[in-house]
């Protein structure tokens, strides 16, 4: 495995757990030192159990070497960032570098896989390196789709495993990695599955996109977007789920693939104007979040206090990349509001904004409380504790997480996204 980042780490210490013998190369030294002794750079559900038991067992170990790493091995998964470049596209430096670090390294006939996710026409670019240098390697593309906060169980048990390769025999060998795990295998060429998992994202950020918009119309129409929801989604075609409403999706993948996918449409002659469509909306609400802390106060933020509660993209991870709630507080900030943020997996400074260690804290003489992650904890805050604790009376309440009644009942004045 190269690559001991979310993607890699989790792979590593799953597959370690199915049987197989991994061994990890990590650019960062401090990383493999504190991996090497158990500990797990980042809060994941099960992962630092079967790192532990992985090192016992002595059939997982970590190296800064990657050369070291690869040497022996049958398959060598690719678990390295692609970070989104100046221009919207996938910046594939890191990769280019490593394959070529590693490439006089690999055994003879090694099936070399891209796990994390790379532009379309990716895993062909470098077969078609490989080969003409007469290399044996075989490249195949295998997408990972874990989330976090469900990453382990997410390999364990997925949805689907992709496997995109131009050989049966590489099939097959992929189809051994995973033997112990049930799910539908999905066997195509690599360009198929590397689309598989941009579609897959960009479908998925398209859906709360289009609960966003519906929610913005309800409000502008005078309907409650929890009962139109609720109301389309026992539609078996429709479904309920991933139609939360919010301020935007977020997250270290959704914004960075689908501008990735829209790039590579354009690239291809296919503007996808769709997708172009789905980022500009998820841009613009934030700023639906933020108008309606404006309007809340009055019309003008400069000098109000604003509370601000959530700081991570999602509940169930301390990951602030990509998060609606820092684009929020930025835009807050920039019209003057004196903004005091919580978030319950926070604890560290984040740099430009006051966070504070309780959302009481936070909403102490606050002019308006605003939630911006759907942490289980806000449902059940006291309302007439935050009530008494602010100096004003307006909740936004920009996940629909709480009660409007209760709300209301505390003397507060609520407002939702779209309700
Ligand atoms: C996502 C994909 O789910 C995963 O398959 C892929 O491999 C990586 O990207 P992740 O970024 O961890 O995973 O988070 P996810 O749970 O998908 O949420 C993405 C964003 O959408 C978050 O900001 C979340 O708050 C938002 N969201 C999700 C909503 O606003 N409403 C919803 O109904 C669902």
């Not at 805050?381 to 920009?398: K, P, Q, Y």
Request: net charge negative; with cysteine.
């Amino acid at each position: 495995m190269i690559g001991a980042g979310y993607v890699g780490l989790v792979q590593a210490v799953g597959l370690a757990s199915l049987g197989h013998q991994v061994v990890v190369g990590e650019a960062d030294a401090d990383r493999v030192r504190k991996l090497s002794s158990g500990h797990v750079p980042f809060e994941e559900p099960g992962v630092s159990d079967l790192l532990e038991r992985g090192l016992r067992d002595g059939c997982l170990r970590f190296t800064t070497d990657n050369r070291e790493a690869v040497s022996g091995a049958e398959v060598v998964f690719i678990a390295l960032p692609t970070p989104e470049a100046d221009d919207g596209r996938a910046d594939l430096s890191i990769v280019d570098a490593v394959v070529a670090e590693i490439g006089s390294s690999l055994e003879p006939e090694v099936v070399l896989v891209f796990k994390s996710t790379v532009p379309v026409g990716t895993t062909d670019r470098v077969q078609q390196e490989f080969d003409a240098v007469g290399a044996t390697v075989r490249v195949a593309s295998n997408p990972e789709f874990l989330a976090e906060g469900t990453a382990l169980d997410d390999f364990l048990n997925p949805s689907r495993i992709v496997i995109g390769a131009r050989s049966m025999a590489t099939v097959e060998m992929l189809t051994s990695v995973y033997e112990g795990i049930e799910a539908p295998h999905v066997v195509t060429d690599p360009v198929s599955a590397e689309m598989v998992k941009y579609s897959s994202n960009a479908y998925l950020a398209t859906r709360v996109t289009f609960a966003n918009a519906i929610a913005n119309l309800c409000e502008a129409v005078g309907a409650d977007v929890e009962d139109v929801l609720l109301g389309m989604g026992h539609d078996g075609r429709i479904g309920h789920h991933f139609m939360r409403p919010g301020p935007g999706f977020g997250g270290s993948c959704f914004p960075k693939d689908t501008k990735a996918l829209t790039m590579i449409a354009r690239a291809a002659g296919y503007p996808f104007s769709l997708l172009e469509g789905v980022i500009e909306v998820n841009q613009a609400q934030h700023r639906v979040v933020v108008d309606k802390v404006r309007s809340a106060v009055g019309g003008v933020l400069q000098g109000k206090r604003v509370a601000v509660l959530g700081l991570t993209y999602k509940a169930g991870t301390a990951d602030l990349r990509g998060s609606p709630s820092l684009e929020v507080i930025r835009l807050l900030q920039e019209e003057g509001a004196d903004v005091a943020a919580f978030d319950p997996a926070v604890a560290e400074a984040v740099p430009g904004i006051t966070t504070v260690f309780t959302a009481l804290d936070a909403v102490r003489d606050a002019d308006v409380m605003v939630i911006t992650t759907d942490w289980d904890e806000f449902r059940h805050l006291d309302m007439r504790a935050v009530r008494a604790a602010m100096s004003g009376t307006a909740v936004v309440d920009g996940r629909n997480l709480l009660e409007p009644a209760t709300v209301r009942a505390a003397g507060l004045h609520y407002q939702g996204i779209g309700r």
